[in-house]
């Protein structure tokens, strides 16, 4: 996953089944985020938005098999925008990406059974669930492995245009919106799944990473030993 910030001065340093392990917990997390960020039926994150709406559509498949066409998807035209660049590694993308996949329709089931009428308990959720969704890509940030294919094609873009990566990354994840949007104009009649909660989502997650990021390094800073010989006057 592509890292830009503070973030990046928390990579783990240690082995590489620790890295793998703590990668595959923060997919956990991140999609119990996600699950229960599309149970507080608020709105949801752009890409959630779009992989959701497909499965309203076509129910026979599940949501987690949209995201995972999604990713392949991406691959595809990360290829295609800068094919002489592109690496067989990149292939091991998939590997995460099928793990959110498997993840994210367990989690769906295992959270099927929140139903939710009043409206501020929507919006507690909704928070919750952020605070999970960022907490599990923090984790995923800090393993420092392999990008999924969403965030590689985001990344191709900025090394083949130059762009900053933060307004690549907004107008990536505005054109997901806008064809969820479309998609749902015209095989439903609506737009679904997107709401407040979208922009509560697009705001919390990243300051929630602000937040364990401000921790973690505090927990680091406490963790220095102090030099005994060196005496203050």
Not at 8 to 21: F, N
Not at 50 to 71: A, C, D, H, K, W
Not at 135 to 159: E, H, K, R, W, Y
Not at 198 to 206: D, E, K, P, R, S
């Amino acid at each position: 996953m592509h890292t830009h910030g503070d973030s990046t001065e928390l990579q783990l340093k240690g082995s590489l089944t620790k890295r793998w392990i703590i990668y595959l917990v923060g997919i956990y997390i991140l999609t119990l985020g996600i699950s229960l960020a599309i149970r507080a039926g608020i709105g949801i994150s752009p890409q959630s938005s779009l992989t959701r709406t497909l499965t309203v559509i076509y129910p026979n498949l599940t949501q987690g098999t949209y995201s995972f066409m999604l990713e392949l998807l991406m691959l595809l035209l990360a290829f295609l925008v800068m094919p002489k660049a592109f690496q067989l590694k990149y292939f091991a993308g998939l590997i995460p990406a099928l793990a959110l996949s498997l993840f994210l329709d367990l989690n769906l089931l295992l959270t099927g059974f929140i139903q939710l009428d009043l409206y501020a308990a929507k919006v507690m959720l909704l928070i919750v669930a952020d605070a999970a969704l960022a907490f599990g890509l923090f984790l995923m940030l800090q393993a420092n492995l392999v990008l999924i294919p969403v965030d590689l094609f985001v990344n191709t873009l900025f090394q083949k245009t130059g762009w900053k990566w933060g307004n690549i990354k907004t107008a990536f994840d505005c054109s997901l919106l806008v064809a969820s949007a479309c998609i749902g104009l015209l095989f439903l009649g609506e737009i679904k799944f997107i709401r407040e909660g979208t922009i509560i989502n697009a705001i919390l997650v990243g300051q929630y990473i602000k937040l364990y990021t401000h921790l973690s390094k505090k927990s680091q800073a406490g963790k220095v030993p102090q030099n005994p010989n060196i005496i203050k006057n």
